[in-house]
């Protein structure tokens, strides 16, 4: 079964405008994290934000938001002000158990910034 | 710190031969992961490590595939013989915690873009 789910295969959204890259997950396991990485077309994974299943409070990192929906199961990626350089993949993974397990990726979600 | 390091960056082999990926982790970290990526499957996870101890290698394709990590700063992914189907970003990441810290990102090398003929 797929653990994440990111149903939005591409965005457009205007510069400076915010924009929500859904996130959806399952999983039976009551300690998890959530973690958004963005891909840029050079190639490269570049962590954005984490999220751990007990955190009450929503992530924020800079322009990068987490809306943290447990009942849901969703872990959206809200950015804010967005620029021409965040046009790039943005994964939305999931790590189960308290181990160091590895991540679950979603199929991704193509954003691209208009000017 | 140099990050992750992988190498190479980029490979072109015909089909049939060996190919020999190759990884560094970051210094001090104890979990690595092998990653493939394609089009077609995403992200999707090889093999990975704790400790230099393979932990789970159920995501490698098939014998033609094989992982080493002789020790806690060098790891290799090999296929032999490669096909045209290999073709793929491979990306290995490292993670610095082995016991307790969910909340530990991944932190990626920068990939080999392998492409078999």
Redesign the interface.
Known sequence: AQKITQTQPGMFVQEKEAVTLDCTYDTSDP???L?W?KQPSS???I?LI?Q?SYDQQNATEGRYSLNFQKARKSANLVISASQLGDSAMY?CAM?E????????????TRLSVIA | DAGVIQSPRHEVTEMGQEVTLRCKPISGHNSLFWYRQTMMRGLELLIYFNNNVPIDDSGMPEDRFSAKMPNASFSTLKIQPSEPRDSAVYFCASSPSGLVGIGDEQFFGPGTRLTVL
């Not at chain 1, 158990?97 to 991704?108: A, I, Q, S």
């Open positions: 300690s998890y994290g973690f990485y190639g490269e994974m962590f984490y751990g994964f790590r158990g308290k181990r160091n397990t590895p991540l679950v990726f979603g199929k991704g």
